[in-house]
Structure formats: C-alpha cells, structure tokens
C-alpha cells in the first residue's frame, strides 16, 4: 500500500507544473534539459515522487529559470538573483578554515594533542588538511618550500614513496622529507643536494613514525 504523497512535495510539484506552463514548456522540454525520463518529471510534478534529491530539483530550476530555494518552499522569492560585480580593486577570497599548528611533536603523544598546539592558521576550505607545521631550514628548498613556510598536513600513518611527508624520527621534531621504504630500508631524502640522505636500516626502523602526508604550502611574508 502507497503512502500518500506529503504536502512538501506536493507543492514543490505545483510549483515546477505553474513555472513550467508560464514559459509554455512541456513535460519532456524540462525532462530532456534535466536528462531525465518524462516519467520523473511526471512524478515529480505530481507529488509522488518517494525521495527528491537535490540535484534532480537543482536541475529543473536551472531549466525552468527560478531559484531551487523558491522550489522546495525556503523562500517566497521565485527569481535567480544576479550575484553584484566587485569593484576591481576587491578580489573575493575562496572559503577558508582554520587548522591547528603544531609545534613540537611531545613523544607518546597524539599529534592534535592540546599541547603540541602553538596557534591555528587559514587554509582554503577545499583543501584536505588536518594541521599544519612550520618548516625550519633549507632541507625541502628545492620543492618550493623555504625556511619559515607554513606545511599543510593530511594526518596518515603511510605514504607513498617519493612523496613529502612530516616524519618523526625518535624523539625528534618532526621533519619534513621525501620517503622511500625499498626492500626494508628507509631513506628521508630532502630537496637539497647539500644534505644528504637519512638512512634507517633493521631496528632503527623503529624510530620512524610517518605522522601525515604534505598537501600544500605557503610562503609566509613579513
């Protein structure tokens, strides 16, 4: 036994049939814009549709030119409002978070430990990171990465090799290296011809604690 179709979708169903008449399209106008079968549009126009999702309702507003907002009943407003250009002295800025900065790792510890924090700083949104450290020296400078930058962390316990990633040795600070583990040896390579190579071998294996993946960088200026 159906249920009834709920009054939410009912009206988002009177407003997509009322829309649509306005601009004298038909059922299969929209559903070929949407890329979906008449049937859908059908449904949906009728209320009984089971789950609306949300980039289906997303779809049929761009085709029949109102706001999705206005469709689904959060606003009374049906119209697209333009976005105001900027002057060109303003540049929009993308989304940001914050994310801890950690200073030294304390031994034993969880890297996010209230303690290890010495600040937090801005990342954009987009990015997947889960802190950050500051790098110290010119070890990495052949990537990019200069004494006094800020390296954004993606926490993981592996990495692949090649790859920059923070690493503690024992009860060191962690560092910043590439990392290669071949045939049980490690090496953390910096970028930096001048330093060479670390290398662990049988039981120093041990002191290696891959503590996250680096993502992405930023030059600090003063």
């Known amino acids: 036994m159906s249920s009834l179709p709920s009054p939410e979708n009912i009206e988002l169903g009177r407003r997509i049939r009322q829309r649509r008449q306005d601009l004298q399209k038909t059922q299969g106008d929209i559903a070929t814009q949407v890329g979906v ?15 609306p999702k949300l980039a289906v309702i997303q779809a049929i507003a761009k085709a029949i030119s109102v706001n999705p907002d206005w469709l689904v009943g959060k606003t009374d ?3 697209i ?7 060109s002295n303003v540049v929009p800025l993308p989304p940001m978070k914050k994310v801890p900065l950690v200073g030294q790792i304390a031994c034993g510890t969880p890297i996010l430990a209230e303690q290890n924090i010495d ?3 801005d990342l954009p949104g ?8 500051t790098c110290k020296g010119e070890s990495m400078i ?45 090496q953390l390579v910096a970028e930096n011809p001048a330093i060479p190579p670390k290398v662990f071998i049988g039981e120093s294996i ?17």
């Open 37 to 51: 079968a008449i049937s859908t549009i059908q449904r949906y126009e009728a209320g009984t549709i089971d789950r």
């Open 126 to 133: 987009h990015i997947r990171a889960d802190f950050a450290l």
């Open 81 to 87: 409002r333009p976005l105001r250009l900027l002057p």
């Open 77 to 79: 407003d049906p119209q």
């Open 142 to 186: 052949g990537a990019g990465i200069r004494d006094g930058d800020v390296v954004y962390i993606r926490q993981q316990e592996e990495v692949e090799n090649g790859q920059i990633a923070a690493i503690m040795v024992g009860d060191e600070e962690a560092t910043l290296k590439r990392f290669y583990l071949e045939n049980g040896v490690i």
């Open 119 to 121: 600040d937090y700083v």
């Open 206 to 222: 041990g002191q290696i604690r891959v503590v996250g993946l680096a993502v992405a960088y930023t030059h600090i200026i003063e």
